[in-house]
Nanobody, 116 residues
Framework: QVKLVESGGGLVQAGGSLRLSCAIS?????LNWFRQAPGKERELVAS????????SYAASVKGRFTISRDKDDDMMYLQMNALKPEDTAVYYC????????????WGHGTQVTVSS
């Protein structure tokens, strides 16, 4: 089983920065940040492989957001720079299933609000 706890959300002005953290227990395979804005579907923001650190990003955040992980401290991060009002959402830490029949794992979410 994998447990995930997010922290670091808050209110920031457009153009500002925030860093989200995700504390991990268990051994994940891949880790992801999703976000969900009011009235919209949940969308994948960024992904990282726990083992080798390979990353990928949604086009809407590429060049502004950086996903990273610290294997020694069992943490994952999302550094968000040049924030825009459209980045406002609840951000969720997610770990993908590790094998057949296993579901993915979710944190409780953390609110990010970007004011214009």
């Amino acid at each position: 089983q994998v447990k995930l706890v997010e922290s670091g959300g808050g209110l920031v002005q457009a153009g500002g920065s925030l860093r989200l953290s995700c504390a991990i227990s268990g051994l994940p395979l891949d880790l992801n940040w999703f976000r969900q804005a009011p009235g919209k579907e949940r969308e994948l923001v960024a992904s990282i492989w726990w083992d080798d650190g390979r990353t990928s990003y949604a086009a809407s955040v590429k060049g502004r957001f950086t996903i990273s992980r610290d294997k020694d401290d069992d943490m994952m991060y999302l550094q968000m720079n040049a924030l825009k009002p459209e980045d406002t959402a609840v951000y969720y830490c997610n770990a993908g299933p590790r094998g057949p029949g296993e579901s993915s794992y979710w944190g409780h979410g953390t609110q990010v609000t970007v004011s214009s």
